[in-house]
């Protein structure tokens, strides 16, 4: 089936420093999805990305859809404390209903 | 606006023994999905329903997962007989839409499970 791999799995950086982490599906997805899971809690929708090579921003966070519609990725400009926790990308699960998460990545920051 | 509410928010019992957890959608969400998250993974889609009717339960284990939505609203998960690796996060999820464009999929805060 459909798969969203997901690197890094683990990222450490100093406050202050910039955050990427990237997302690539096996298939051609018709949209992308990013969430954020905060430590202990549940995921929070973010961003959906439809177009072949989009770029939305939320403020100092940047999404890119790739022009195959096969990768995706999520940059943070000058992380803040509050930036901590999983970031997952999400894309429909091939042939069926529903999203398929990739394994996250877990930005840890320290001051 | 009222989010999605799960219940209970953690569960501890023995292997063998029987679960039940509870969520209910947001109002109006028609599509409903229940998502198993191990710890440090992504959450793996269980279930999803469509108004009352299953749209994929490929992913869910029958021999001991049993899942329901009643009426179109409300939906329970139950596990019997729990084991030691059903340890996760059960999320309950709702979105207003379906199919390969689900729009955003609203969360519930999870029902923890320890299966000792």
């Known amino acids: 089936g459909q798969q969203v791999m997901q690197i890094p799995q683990y990222q450490h950086v100093q406050e202050g420093e910039d955050f990427t982490t990237y997302c690539n599906s096996s298939?051609?997805?018709?949209?992308i999805q990013w969430y954020k899971q905060r430590p202990g809690g549940h995921p929070v929708f973010l961003i959906q990305?439809?177009?072949?090579?989009e770029v939305k921003k939320q403020k100092r966070l940047t999404f890119q859809f790739g022009e195959a519609k096969k990768n995706s990725s999520l940059h943070i400009t000058a992380t803040q404390t509050t930036d901590v926790g999983t970031y997952f990308c999400a894309g429909p699960r091939g042939g069926a209903d529903g999203l398929t998460f990739g394994k996250g990545t877990h930005l840890i920051i320290q001051p | 606006e009222a989010g999605v509410a799960q219940s209970p928010r953690y569960k501890i019992i023995e292997k063998r023994q029987s679960v039940a957890f509870w969520c209910n959608p947001i109002s109006g969400h028609a599509t409903l999905y229940w998502y198993q998250q191990i710890l440090g993974q992504g959450p793996k889609l269980l279930i999803q329903f469509q108004n009352n009717g299953v749209v994929d339960d490929s992913q869910l284990p029958k021999d001991r997962f049993s899942a329901e939505r009643l009426k179109g609203v409300d939906s329970t998960l139950k596990i019997q007989p729990a084991k030691l690796e059903d340890s996760a996060v059960y999320l309950c999820?709702?979105?207003?839409?379906?199919?390969?464009?689900?729009?955003?999929?609203?969360f519930g805060e999870g029902s923890r499970l320890t299966v000792l």
């Open positions: 298939t051609t997805l018709s949209n």
């Open positions: 990305l439809v177009k072949s090579g």
């Open positions: 999820a709702s979105s207003l839409g379906s199919g390969t464009n689900t729009g955003e999929l609203f």
